[in-house]
Every structure is written in C-alpha cells, then in structure tokens.
C-alpha cells in the first residue's frame, strides 16, 4: 500500500521526526495538532483558544489533503488537565456541528511547548 506524505506551510512544522500527516489506503492520518496560532506562531494560554487552533490547523492539513472535517472519523485529545474537558468539548462540537467522529480524550502529563490540549485525527480522503 503506498502512502503519501501531507505537509502544508499553513500549519505548524512538525517539531520532531514525524510528518504532519499520511494519506494512505483511502485515509488520511494526521499528526497530534498543537493549539499554534499559525499568524504568529504562538499558543494562547486559554485552553478554548488552543483547542480552536489545533482544530483549524488539523482542517489546514485536510484541506492540503483534499478532504474536509465531515469526512473524519476519529480523533483522540489529549488534556493536561481533565478539568479542561467541559471547555474543549465546547469548542470541539461546535468545530464538527453535529457530524461528531468517534473520539478518544485522555489525560497526559504534559505536552510538547507547554500546550495544554493536543488532537490528532483521522479521515477518509
């Protein structure tokens, strides 16, 4: 199965060795999106705020991709703080307006940069 590597310039560089994402077998599988400010390359402190980047950079990658978020079908989250979940949950409904993926969230010790919330996805493509 040939796989295709996914990198736009409109979402964050990758910070480590990894891709921003694969598109492979009929899917699209995109790298854990820090909540980076892509206009100046900053991570807010509120938690929404990061959680409303890291969707729209996610969206960035799709688009590069050729798909959309309608056609995702799994995400995981990543908290540093449970207590967050309330406000991301927010944030993430109205980001999928009722087409909602199956989701994961679990809690992390910490994340890369001192991000609060990282997502990751998958889609079909």
């Known amino acids: 199965?040939?796989?295709?590597?996914?990198?736009?310039?409109?979402?964050?560089?990758?910070?480590?060795?990894?891709?921003?994402?694969?598109?492979?077998?009929?899917?699209?599988?995109?790298?854990?999106?820090?909540?980076?400010?892509?206009?100046?390359?900053?991570?807010?402190?509120?938690?929404?705020?990061?959680?409303?980047?890291?969707?729209?950079?996610?969206?960035?990658?799709?688009?590069?991709?050729?798909?959309?978020?309608?056609?995702?079908?799994?995400t995981t989250i990543f908290l540093t703080d449970m207590g967050d979940f309330g406000k991301v949950n927010e944030v993430y409904g109205a980001f999928f307006e009722g087409i909602y993926p199956a989701r994961s969230c679990v809690a992390v010790r910490e994340l890369p940069k001192g991000a609060r919330v990282e997502i990751e996805c998958m889609a079909e493509v």
Do not use: C, H, W
């Open 1 to 74: 199965m040939a796989k295709e590597i996914i990198s736009t310039e409109k979402a964050p560089a990758a910070i480590g060795p990894y891709v921003q994402a694969v598109k492979s077998g009929g899917f699209l599988f995109i790298s854990g999106q820090l909540g980076f400010d892509m206009a100046d390359g900053s991570i807010p402190e509120a938690v929404e705020d990061q959680a409303a980047n890291s969707l729209k950079n996610l969206e960035t990658i799709m688009k590069e991709a050729g798909t959309d978020k309608s056609r995702v079908v799994k």
